[in-house]
């Protein structure tokens, strides 16, 4: 029988109520997200966001939970929450896993790290859903939230940097993979991934270190151009990588009175049902995951997905000359549309706005960002299979209008936005590529 850790019954929940009142605000120059300050903007946002294309970026991810599981039954926990087949997941490997609600939807995502026999490790929201888990099901565990800090370190010139500072030869480590290094004399785990895609490397901090790398980061990358980057920009990395992320693109199918919603909402997209916000692991790409011979919840759900997919996630490229009118309409008598921060939306939240085609609802639009490297304002989108093909012209309608229900959201006129069809990830590149001469 599949097992069904959280139920909920959506029904009850009022969209109106638990999702917009009340984002996470940026104070001055930082911001704070579940409970870690870190800095918004180092230098100049349109060199920061230049640099993990240029040269290389150090992002700092300290704001995601650190979830460490260790026990005999570690691999049965991520495999009974997860939709992933995790047979032959072995010591030092990764694996990007996506735990469902009962109707195959994206309850949380992250990358699982195999750190060590019968330990495993996952950043980000899947934490708080699968502590819940252990607690509630007959599994040999222990779960520890650790104050580990997570960095970025990404670009063309990042295999450089990590090569120059790094003791073992990190370049040998294969795509998905981790291994333990030491870096400032202190232990690091470091994953070869690839973000927007360029190579890189994710790295594993204890609190107590964090300082002392950081600064040979920065120390030695200033030979390659290295820019740290602050959240004001790097938020936009989710858009060009194809990479949705809970509560910036869609609302986690996860809510009880004992997890209230810590999200809100804006945009012209409306509706009665919170489950409109929910997104499946179909629609973003992520259906081969799925281990059709396995027992989870949603697996029924995403076997119909999957034969009869509804919608899929693309990037919208906004038509230029109408994103140059809503600055535009600041700048001249009479009324103003919803103004979009540069280069992206600077509060915790999800942007959701109609797409359309003819007239009619094909789609949502997420939170956009602008992309200095492609002078282009970009969003995720999913969109009905049949309009998805890039090149498809299509509408956005921007802002809810006169009376947002957002009280963070200002009294605006809502715009018709041109818009165009374009894949997602918005550039494709061979994100598995062995490092050759430091790069890809």
């Not at 969003?379 to 509408?395: A, F, R």
């Not at 802002?399 to 957002?406: A, K, L, M």
């Amino acid at each position: 029988m599949t097992a069904n850790f959280i139920e909920v019954d959506e029904s009850d929940i009022d969209p109106e109520e638990v999702l917009r009142e009340g984002e996470e605000p940026l104070w001055g120059g930082k911001e704070v997200t579940w409970g870690q300050e870190l800095t918004r903007e180092y230098t100049n946002w349109i060199e920061e966001q230049r640099s993990w294309r240029e040269t290389v970026a150090l992002g700092d991810m300290t704001y995601m939970l650190n979830l460490h599981v260790k026990g005999s039954d570690a691999i049965k926990l991520f495999d009974d929450t997860s939709i992933n087949n995790f047979d032959g997941f072995d010591v030092g490997e990764c694996k990007h896993a996506v735990q469902c609600n009962h109707n195959g939807k994206i309850i949380s995502e992250g990358v699982v790290e195999y750190i060590d026999e019968e330990h495993l490790a996952i950043q980000g929201f899947p934490a708080p859903y699968l502590i819940h888990c252990a607690d509630v099901g007959d599994y040999d565990v222990s779960t520890e939230v650790v104050k580990d800090h997570v960095y970025e370190v990404i670009g063309p010139n990042a295999p450089d940097v990590m090569a120059s500072i790094a003791t073992e030869d990190v370049l040998d480590i294969p795509f998905m993979n981790l291994s333990h290094i030491e870096i400032a004399d202190h232990d690091v785990i470091a994953i070869r991934h690839s973000l927007a895609g360029v190579p890189g490397f994710e790295l594993l901090i204890p609190g107590d270190a964090a300082d002392e790398v950081r600064a040979s980061i920065v120390d030695a990358g200033k030979e390659y151009g290295l820019r740290e980057v602050g959240t004001r920009t790097w938020y936009t990395t989710r858009i060009e990588s194809g990479l949705p992320q809970g509560n910036l693109d869609y609302i986690p199918a996860l809510y009880t009175d004992s997890v209230p919603s810590a999200f809100s909402t804006d945009g012209s997209f409306q509706s009665d049902d919170i489950t409109d916000w929910y997104r499946s692991p179909v629609e973003f790409g992520w259906g081969h995951y799925a281990d059709l011979d396995g027992d989870y919840p949603g697996r029924d759900a995403l076997e119909r997905e999957i034969e009869n997919p509804v919608r899929k996630l693309v990037t919208l490229e906004w038509d230029r000359e109408d994103v140059a009118d809503i600055y535009g309409s600041f700048f001249r008598q009479g009324d103003t549309y919803k103004f979009q921060e540069f280069p992206t939306k600077q509060r915790v939240g999800v942007r959701a706005d109609e797409v359309r085609k003819d007239g009619k609802l094909i789609g949502v639009s997420t939170t956009p960002g602008y992309m200095y490297p492609f002078q282009q304002m970009l969003s995720l989108t999913t969109i009905d299979v049949e309009y998805s093909d890039p090149g498809t012209e299509v509408t956005v309608l921007w802002g809810e209008g006169d009376n947002p229900s957002n009280p963070m959201i200002e009294r605006h006129t809502q715009k018709e936005v041109s818009a165009t069809v374009a894949p997602a990830p918005y550039e494709d590149k061979d994100r598995r590529a062995e490092f050759t001469d430091g790069s890809v």
